[in-house]
């Protein structure tokens, strides 16, 4: 399984033995809120599988004493977001037909923007029924 950091704009993937650790959503329902208001994602809501990397939390947020490892304190918060340090060509964010709602459409920018990418989602539905169509008469 891939482990990706969940916040917002971060590209970072976990490799073994690498820099960047990642760390586990609290458990306890009020810090894991405010673990997800903190990664400035719209509508997240963590699973157990949902991870954050160690460049969203400030270096006193580690416990180096434990032995084994790089360990967050308990009452750590991500604080950095990562997009401020991420390059201009970088800063592109994907765009999702789930991204928009009714009120979007007001915007001749954004309606503009929607249409683009429901074209876009249009052409790949067509594409995935046609090649089903193919494995289905095969």
């Given amino acids: 399984m891939v482990v990706y950091c ?20 609290p458990k306890d ?9 903190k990664i400035k994602r719209v509508n997240f809501k ?4 949902s991870k954050i990397c160690s460049k969203h939390f400030t270096p006193g947020s580690f416990d180096s004493t434990k032995f084994g490892g790089t ?8 604080q950095i977001a990562h997009s401020s340090t991420m390059a ?9 037909l789930g991204d928009f709602d009714e009120n979007d459409v007001n915007s001749p920018t954004k ?12 052409l790949n539905c067509k594409q995935t029924i ?8 095969a």
């Fill in 111 to 122: 309606a503009q923007k929607l249409l683009q990418i429901s074209k876009v989602e249009v």
């Fill in 88 to 96: 201009k060509s970088e800063k592109k964010r994907l765009h999702y």
């Fill in 6 to 25: 969940c916040a917002f704009n971060c590209k970072e993937l976990f490799k073994k033995g690498g820099p960047v650790t990642f760390h586990s959503f």
């Fill in 46 to 49: 963590a699973t157990q599988h």
């Fill in 29 to 37: 329902p009020e810090r894991r809120k405010l673990w997800e208001v």
């Fill in 71 to 78: 360990w967050l304190k308990p009452d750590a918060v991500p």
């Fill in 130 to 137: 046609r090649k089903l169509r193919q494995e289905i008469s």
